[in-house]
């Protein structure tokens, strides 16, 4: 599986931005597909993810309330729409595919890693 994630940017505190993550190559095989973000300095942490089926959505209870992630099964993507975006929200984003979990939020339980969107929210 091979991720290409699109769609960051640059946005003012409170504004949106949506981050797009195309997946190619066994996409059949993934069972959850996750964002996880990474600031300057700390660990790469968790921010949602969704099941293959739509069925399973989890948020960290740092996005909770503010992102949308959502799948699309036929174009194989994967999209996070954020909004009331905060200057903490600036990192870079990276999407996630598991071909075993069908949720997590541990970076371990995921085996393809797309390369990565820089969101920077000035305050």
């Known amino acids: 599986v091979q991720l290409q994630a699109s769609g960051g940017g640059l946005v003012q505190a409170g504004g949106s931005l949506s981050l797009s993550c195309a997946a190619s190559g066994r996409t059949v095989s993934w069972q959850a597909m996750a964002w996880f973000r990474q600031a300057p300095g700390k660990e790469r942490e968790f921010a949602a993810v969704?099941?293959?089926?739509?069925?399973?959505?989890i948020y960290s209870d740092s996005v909770k309330g503010r992102f949308t992630i959502s799948r699309d099964i036929a174009k194989n993507t994967v999209s996070l729409q954020m909004s009331s975006l905060k200057p903490e929200d600036t990192a870079v984003y990276y999407c996630a595919a598991s071909l075993r979990f069908t949720f997590s939020a541990r970076v371990r339980d995921f085996d393809y890693w797309g390369q990565g969107t820089q969101v920077t929210v000035s305050s």
């Open positions: 969704i099941s293959r089926s739509g069925g399973t959505i």
